[in-house]
């Protein structure tokens, strides 16, 4: 195949879809190379380093960010069963057993329910959250708040009936949360807490949060943010 420009170009990949993508990779990783040749020496357009980094940031699936941060608090059971099929990667067409009998602390998920966070990442949240809870052996305080703690849900264990019905859609306040942590948690090893972000943050826990966003936000405090977007960062601080 060529091009208009008399290049040929291989069409090998085309209509083969995993072809196309080990492809695209293989390009992804010459270009990150390129740009960092070029980056030393002086001469890298701000616009090329922010495209390759926004194609990094674009591969990070927000569900194996949040699962990978709820697992590094488990311990024991590593016991695996096709009874409960892994829904991390049903969406890709493959089909896993499902981990059960992990061990942890106390693990609170907060959910900002303020009118700005959409109702697409609250289902998409929703659903996540659920089979987190059917795979998680550990108490799991499920919190949502927009100005003011609406509703608190504790469930023991992946055995316990889960139920969730969003309540709130106000404004935007973190500190209900934060302070329902040190009161009614005292040994929470984690926060996970979707938001918008949209809200100044309480003075930093000594647990480590993860923020689910709905979309890229320039700038945090600490902890670790995700975007559902597929974009990811990591604060400074």
């Known amino acids: 195949e060529s091009t208009s420009a008399g290049e040929v170009v291989d069409g090998s990949a085309a209509g083969d879809p995993e072809a196309a993508k080990t492809e695209a990779a293989e390009w992804s990783v010459k270009m990150e190379q390129a740009a960092r040749a070029a980056e030393k020496r002086g001469n890298c357009p701000g616009w090329v380093k922010e495209m ?14 949040l699962w990978d ?3 590094q608090f488990g ?75 609406n509703s608190v849900e504790i469930t023991e264990s992946r055995d316990d009936q889960f139920t969730l019905e969003y309540k709130g859609r106000g404004g935007t306040e973190f500190q209900p949360v934060f302070d329902y942590c040190t009161s009614s948690a005292p040994n929470c ?25 709905p979309w890229k936000v320039s700038k ?18």
């Not at 992990?102 to 697409?120: F, G, H, K, L, Q």
């Not at 998409?124 to 987190?132: G, P, R």
């Open 69 to 71: 941060f709820m697992l």
């Open 189 to 213: 090893q984690a926060l996970v807490y979707l938001t918008d972000l949209e809200c100044g943050l309480p003075a930093e826990p000594a647990f480590p949060v993860l923020w689910i966003t």
């Open 220 to 237: 945090q405090r600490y902890g670790t943010v995700v975007t559902m977007g597929g974009r990811n960062s990591r604060s400074d601080a």
């Open 75 to 149: 311990a024991g059971s590593d016991d695996c069963t096709f009874q409960r099929i892994n829904t991390r990667t049903r969406h890709l067409g493959i089909r896993l057993p499902k981990m059960i009998g992990v061990d942890a602390e106390e693990i609170v998920i907060a959910v900002d329910t303020s009118a700005s966070v959409p109702s697409w990442a609250l289902a998409e949240f929703a659903a996540e959250i659920a089979d987190i809870r059917q795979t998680l052996d550990c108490p799991i305080h499920f919190v949502q708040c927009d100005t003011r703690i």
């Open 52 to 65: 390759i980094d926004n194609t990094k940031q674009a591969q990070i699936d927000w569900r194996e960010t």
